[in-house]
């Protein structure tokens, strides 16, 4: 039988309750609907199992959820039809109405343009707001309305 009592010690019992509280109600899933939104970054990067992968995060700025986040990943190579995966996100980029030219320039380097036009685009959004749509279960979970 394992004794816990060594890691019981290690908690500070004054305030651990009031904070393992906060921590739950911050865990609340966020429910599909409309949010007035922010972007706090914007990146193309490596999954996991070292796929080229473009990765948003949103801030909620009103309501209910305010300061919560809602995320958008999408993995553009190595997938089954890594064409409409990249032509999505290309789309999803340019209805972000920044003026950015989301157009792949160089066929010989493709990812290297999108993470030309993705850093175009996040350093445009600084002072945007987005009406958007979430759905957790859509292929698409923001969408800008």
Known sequence: M?????FDRT???SDFLEKLHEAQQQNVTI???EYL???????LTLSSTQKVMFKAQFNILDGEFANRKLFFNRVISGTK????????LLSFLNDMGTGVDTTIKNPQAVYTDIDRIVKEVYAETNTFEYEVEYNSSAFNTVKFL
């Open 81 to 88: 039809n890594d064409v409409n995966m990249i032509s999505g």
């Open 2 to 6: 394992i004794g816990f009592s060594q």
């Open 37 to 43: 939104v922010s972007v706090d970054s914007m990146e």
């Open 11 to 13: 908690i500070n019992n």
């Open 31 to 33: 429910p599909n609907g």
